[in-house]
């Protein structure tokens, strides 16, 4: 299976035609214009600005998207009502938003409930999925469940069992970290996360996309279930970082521990096609690219 990083802007790629093959699935985690510090991006952009560049992406992205295909589009939930509209708006037709409550501590706020969750709203090209596999998942049990239950049970549009890589001790292993202990990412997404998204929209060989490639999970996962995929990163140490976690597979990067999750999924076998590559056996990925 093939991959690509393209170090640009994702917009620049848009205008300039360069992808040329139908994409089955695009995974969009952009900036949350929440004024974080980002070296190649302006996180503090006007709000009226930052959602017309969001529709310009959105709609690109259905340009060059297969009918079928698919969109999950992550935000903060407060901007629920501007990421439906820059799908709705740009052709895109809504399946389910779903909640990704996180396992890690909500932030404490004095006058209102603390937030405990993000959105990735799921859409398509044209009114159905061309693929869509129902997943089914092998809960940890509460403990007052006294069996547990044949076959599993199948995923909804609630997600509270994959965890954030927040700083400390929710990081864990899987947090890339330089050479100096710091983590190299802040946001960096979870395996998890993208392993739940491709399983469930793609097949074997199917395209994978994602404009904003950040750390580059979604490759990571594609390249493991045996998918092409592409990913687009301005940043050139983001792309340096993909690099490495491509050229070979850390076992903080492995998907196959969460395969005894999924087993009671029909066909997961063929589905799956785990093909980890050169696994590392280390508990953590250091970057001695990034070495002060």
Same mark, same amino acid.
């Given at each position: ?141 509460? *403990? ?6 044949? @076959?599993?049970?199948? $995923?909804? /549009?609630?997600?509270?069992? =994959?965890? #954030? ?64 995929? *592409? ?6 140490? @983001?792309?340096?970082? $993909?690099? /490495?976690?491509?050229?070979? =597979?850390? #076992? ?41």
């Amino acid at each position: 299976m093939s991959y690509d990083i393209i170090n640009k802007n994702c917009l620049d790629v848009f205008s300039a035609g360069e992808i040329r093959r139908h994409v089955d699935l695009t995974f969009l985690d952009p900036p949350f214009n929440q004024n974080k510090e980002y070296a190649f991006h302006q996180d503090n952009m006007i709000d009226e600005s930052y959602w017309e560049m969001m529709q310009t992406v959105c709609r690109s992205v259905f340009e060059i998207t297969a009918t079928g295909g698919t969109i999950y589009f992550m935000q903060r939930e407060k901007n629920i009502e501007f990421v439906l509209q820059s799908l709705r708006k740009t052709g895109w037709t809504l399946q389910n938003v779903i909640i990704w409550k996180k396992k890690t501590s909500a932030v404490p706020v004095t006058t209102k409930f603390g937030k405990h969750y993000q959105i990735i709203a799921y859409a398509t090209k044209g009114e159905r999925a061309k693929t869509f596999h129902r997943l089914r998942i092998d809960p940890e049990l509460p *403990l007052e469940y006294k069996l547990p239950r044949e @076959n599993g049970v199948f $995923i909804t /549009d609630v997600w509270d069992d =994959i965890r #954030e890589l927040t700083s400390g001790y929710f990081a864990g292993n899987e947090a890339i970290r330089l050479s100096t202990g710091e983590r190299f990412h802040k946001q960096q997404t979870p395996i998890a996360l993208l392993l739940r998204i491709i399983l469930s929209s793609t097949n074997v060989g199917d395209f994978i996309f994602d404009p904003f490639a950040g750390t580059g999970t979604s490759l990571i996962v594609a390249h493991q279930l045996q998918r092409d995929s *592409l990913g687009i990163e301005i940043d050139p140490q @983001n792309v340096a970082c $993909i690099r /490495d976690r491509l050229a070979v =597979i850390h #076992e903080s990067d492995s998907i196959q521990k969460y395969y005894s999750d999924y087993k009671y999924s029909e066909n997961i076998s063929s589905i799956w096609a785990n093909d980890s590559g050169n696994l590392v056996p280390k508990a953590q990925k250091v970057l001695g690219l990034f070495e002060n």
